[in-house]
């Protein structure tokens, strides 16, 4: 069992990092004089051995180990030396890393909570409008074209709808103009329609008169004659329906109003004036 226990690669890097950890303790007895500590723990070692089997898929010699070890100290220095000189000022970029990270402070205070199905449906009810699902309309539509029609849009219209309701079934396709918008849609959303037809016939839609031809309804494209065939209203989802979905709301709310309050708390620190720029009137 000793002689197995010898050759797993974890033991080996334990005991290479204990090595190397007792190897900087005798170089540095002095250490309790120097105002500076640095300390490679066996536990940071191990994560170096570690990361390095990951990318390589293998375990460091132990050249190597000491390698990333004496890397880590040359970073730890540098770092220091750099902070004590001030260079972490007014660069921008690691100011951004810097506020990066004190955001995952409250986006880990938020992961850690876990909602109730109480709560997120008290939340789904307090928010509808955050979750209804769009209502949606079937329907068909004859194009006419502005341009062609002009001022006859409406006795055009007219003359179309007594042909659609008093004789015998007609294509509806002949009666209008050519156009590459399609004569037929099945049940498509309320925000999909009005994306494509605009926002005026998406609301002219939903007022017709269902299974009969009336028109015209402006669109962006021009005026339309339509029968709706079918429509189902929106609504508001009962939660096991998007149960993810209000949960993921719900986070992002409590995250935002945690950092709110924790920002709110740190500006109690401190004095914030702001000066005006060179020849701007002071503000009041």
């Not at 719900?250 to 060179?278: C, G, Q």
């Amino acid at each position: 069992m000793l002689r197995r226990l010898l050759r797993e690669p974890l033991t080996h890097f334990t005991i290479l990092a204990l090595l190397i950890f007792a190897g900087y303790g005798v170089l540095n007895r002095s250490e309790s004089e120097k105002p500076d500590r640095i300390v490679v723990t066996a536990s940071k070692i191990q994560q170096l051995a570690e990361v390095f089997a990951k990318a390589w898929q293998r375990p460091p010699t132990l050249a190597e180990l000491k390698g990333l070890v004496d890397d880590y100290v040359k970073e730890e220095i540098y770092v220091r030396e750099a902070l004590a000189l001030g260079l972490d000022k007014n660069d921008t970029v690691i100011r951004r890393r810097l506020r990066i990270k004190m955001d995952f402070l409250s986006e880990a205070e938020t992961e850690a909570l876990a909602p109730t199905n109480a709560e997120l449906d008290a939340y789904l009810k307090a928010h509808p409008e955050k979750f209804e699902i769009d209502s949606m309309m079937a329907f068909e539509q004859i194009y006419l074209d502005p341009k062609q029609r002009g001022d006859r849009i409406d006795q055009d219209t007219a003359s179309i709808l007594e042909v659609l309701l008093t004789r015998a079934p007609t294509d509806p396709d002949a009666l209008g103009d050519a156009t590459l918008l399609p004569s037929e849609l099945p049940l498509t959303t309320r925000t999909s329609i009005a994306q494509t037809f605009g926002r005026e016939f998406a609301d002219g839609l939903g007022e017709a008169p269902l299974g009969r031809w009336t028109g015209p309804i402006k669109s962006t494209f021009g005026f339309h004659i339509v029968r709706v065939a079918e429509r189902k209203p929106g609504r508001v989802p009962a939660l096991e329906e998007m149960h993810d979905v209000v949960a993921r709301e719900w986070a992002n709310e409590k995250r935002a109003e945690f950092e709110k309050r924790r920002f709110d708390e740190l500006l109690k620190r401190y004095e914030v004036t702001i000066e005006n720029p060179p020849g701007t009137a002071a503000s009041r």
